[in-house]
């Protein structure tokens, strides 16, 4: 115990830096998985059936496969088959690397949400609009939208929350995460071999920042319910 | 009918997207022939004394390859995992260590920057190819595996396989016949697993040496098979495995720093070794960190 004291505030620093990464991964991804998803639920809604079929089709890939082997092939493809390693080696190539991975793969899930939502929203209402004399634009935008919006939340929050523990995926190809941190000390990092508890530890930091996720989409969730 | 004909649509946008995948290799494989078909008429065209300096001219493009993208991007990156005293962080969370301080002298020697990426051990020879990493230079051991899908320099440190036991009952195997009836737990991959995997006794492979030492610790394995450096620092008085002590060495080993294949920086490398070992710089980073230079390095 005496042991553990004393090794807490290394291991809290490597974690703290560790989760950094974590966390960084974390918004980047929703940042870009937000619109793409968008874009890629109008592409498989699209009336234009090769369109319709294609976004179909990579999602059915993007989803069907797993994001570990997706990252492997997007990290070291470029390098080990076309001869150009666009990522190059350091630790900003591979945070750019698992970037663009977990958003292509997240944006894919997204997009049957969006799917789902806009859907969910009752024809009648487009034909309301288109009988108001509304383009299709203003009707998206100003009817359909917002409700959407307010549908999707529990279901995406799901997803957030997925993210967050998906993020250590990343150690795959060697993205310093907060798993990657805490695991360091079973091999032996900075004087401290053979402790499997700081790997535990990291738990606590998933949990606490699940919890504050929870309550901040529940309050989201509390603040859309003036539609009903 | 509709869904036959989506059904369809999509089995032909799959087979024209892995077309369009396989297309692209096929074009790269293709255009290397090329190039050499534009050549080859060049080189008989032209009378013998130009035909004999076309062997130097390709041996000078390959010279070109390592050493001058290298010094061109102005950057060795040297890939790494977290492992003491080879490569490990310092109080300021700077890489130090043998190999890190050895790497760093030899970027030095080049001009060009050192950068320490950490890997995951199983990638190393991916991290290479992809050129995601220029050398792995973090006291790997040289197997026939390693030698085969790497350019290795000269060998440069000493090493073993040690045998980990309980302290309680390590007096008990005095030799390597004692073993037979025990269960080893072993690295994946490692040349420990190689040695075990020869004896033909029982062994159980896991991820690291770390954890090799903790099926021990934790009783479900009733031994272990890591590397002495390893050994020295994790077990015995003062470390997290108290109860456990190294006992018989297997096979002795050398570390060696691992390019890729066909690079010319192995052999640049081993000239510095040379010059380092020469004039006592390696030895003096040895006993930095420790290590008896006597007996670990060899000479160059």
Known sequence: ?228 | MKKKMTALLMVSVMAASLMACGGKSADSSAAAPADSAVSAPASTAAPASEAASVPAASEAAEAESDLAYVQQKGKLVVGITDFEPMDYRGEDGDWIGFDADMAKAFGESLGVEVEFVEIDWDNKILELDGKTIDCVWNGMTLTDEVTSAMECSNPYFNNAQVVILPSDVAEDYESVEDLADLTFAVESGSAGEAVIADLEYDYIPVKAQSDALMEVAAGTSDAAVIDLLMAMAMTGEDTSYEDLTYTIELNSEEYGVGFRKGSDLAAVLDEYFAAAYEDGTMAEIAEEYGIDAEAALIEQ
Do not use: H
Request: glycine share 10%; aromatic share 12%.
């Open chain 1, 1 to 228: 115990m005496e042991l553990i004291l004393q090794q807490l505030p290394i291991v809290i620093r490597s974690l703290n830096m560790g989760f950094l990464q974590t966390l960084k991964l974390f918004f980047v991804t929703l940042l870009g998985a937000f619109p793409l998803g968008l874009i890629i639920a109008f592409g498989s809604m699209s009336r234009f059936r090769p369109l319709s079929g294609l976004t179909k089709c990579v999602v059915w890939v993007v989803r069907g496969t797993p994001l570990m082997i997706q990252m492997l092939i997007i990290y070291y493809f470029p390098g080990l088959v076309l001869k150009n390693p666009i990522w190059g080696g350091g630790e900003s190539g591979r945070f750019l690397a698992a970037s663009v991975s977990f958003i292509l793969n997240y944006a894919c899930y997204f997009s049957e949400i969006y799917r789902g939502g806009i859907q969910s929203v009752p024809v009648g209402q487009e034909e309301a609009g288109l009988v108001l004399g509304m383009t299709k634009r203003q009707i998206f935008f100003r009817v359909t939208l917002l409700q959407m919006i307010k549908r999707i939340v529990p279901p995406m929050s799901n997803e957030i929350i997925t993210l967050v523990k998906d993020t250590s995926l990343a150690r795959i190809i060697a993205l310093q995460e907060i798993i990657w941190a805490g695991q360091a000390f079973m091999k032996g990092s900075q004087g401290i071999s053979g402790a499997i508890w700081p790997l535990f530890f990291t738990m606590v930091y998933y949990l606490i920042f699940n919890g504050l996720l929870t309550i901040l989409l529940g309050r989201l969730e509390a603040k859309l319910n003036y539609f009903r």
